[in-house]
């Protein structure tokens, strides 16, 4: 089955504990992105990879981390979790053209006391 | 610069009442639009997107919406609501791969759509 996949689905933590919310998808999509969903902000990009070892910055990247070793793999890393980052996270993988559906993963619920 | 703007937070409708959800879009590139849903604690699902082929755009579930260039605007639309549509509506625009740049991505704020029995 065509998937992406997250883990972990929910997680609780405290200021300044690193981190790792792990997203891998089996279609073979070159593009990858995660989002942060706020309510009454939609859904904001944090990070994009149009390939292996190819990340930019969306429009929210302060206080995130990415990286692209394999295709199918874009763990988002919090080096120092912070109260503010508390929010609903997707992570969502299409081909390489701007007209690609994105397929989404089920989201993470992260909570930072 | 790219933006998304849903002119509406929330709409109400009865059942069995036509549905307009509304969005604007502005690009520097050819865009493709889509519309995705939300239903509550679930993830996200493609209702339907404009590739630069028909603009008027059938989508599931009795969904559809129209590009009108002129307008900059892409509507999404349902000649009658079912309970079954009450969800968070999200209106996305995605340019610049084609124009030989990288893919920027950008979500409207999102429409809650709510269904009256």
């Known amino acids: 089955e065509a998937q992406v996949t997250q883990n972990p689905r929910y997680l609780i933590t405290v200021t300044g504990k690193k981190l790792t919310v792990t997203c891998s998808q089996n279609?073979?999509?070159?593009?990858m992105s995660w989002y942060r969903q706020d309510p009454g902000l939609g859904l904001r990009q944090i990070y994009y990879?149009?390939?292996?070892?190819?990340?930019d910055k969306g429009d929210v990247p302060e206080g995130y981390k990415v990286s692209r070793k394999e295709k199918r793999n874009f763990p988002l890393i919090l080096e120092s979790p912070s109260p503010n980052q508390t929010s609903l996270y997707f992570c969502?993988?299409?081909?390489?053209?701007?007209?690609?559906?994105?397929?989404f993963g089920p989201g993470t619920r992260l909570t930072v006391l | 610069a790219q933006s998304v703007t849903q002119l509406d937070s929330h709409v109400s409708v009865s059942e069995g009442t036509p549905v307009l959800l509304r969005c604007n879009y502005s690009?520097?590139?050819?865009?493709?639009l889509f519309w995705y849903v939300q239903h509550p604690n679930k993830g996200l699902q493609l209702l339907l997107k404009?590739?630069?082929?028909?603009?008027l755009v059938k989508g599931i579930n009795g969904f559809e919406a129209e590009f009108k260039k002129s307008e900059t605007s892409f509507h999404l639309t349902k000649p009658s609501a079912h309970m079954s549509d009450a969800a968070e509506y999200f209106c996305?625009?995605?340019?610049?791969?084609?124009?030989?740049?990288?893919?920027?991505?950008?979500f409207g704020i999102g429409t809650k759509l709510q269904v009256i029995p």
């Open positions: 990879s149009m390939n292996v070892e190819v990340t």
């Open positions: 996305v625009v995605s340019a610049g791969r084609e124009a030989g740049g990288y893919q920027k991505v950008t």
């Open positions: 404009y590739t630069s082929a028909a603009t």
């Open positions: 969502a993988s299409s081909g390489f053209l701007q007209s690609d559906t994105q397929y």
């Open positions: 690009s520097s590139y050819s865009p493709s």
């Open positions: 279609m073979n999509h070159e593009y």
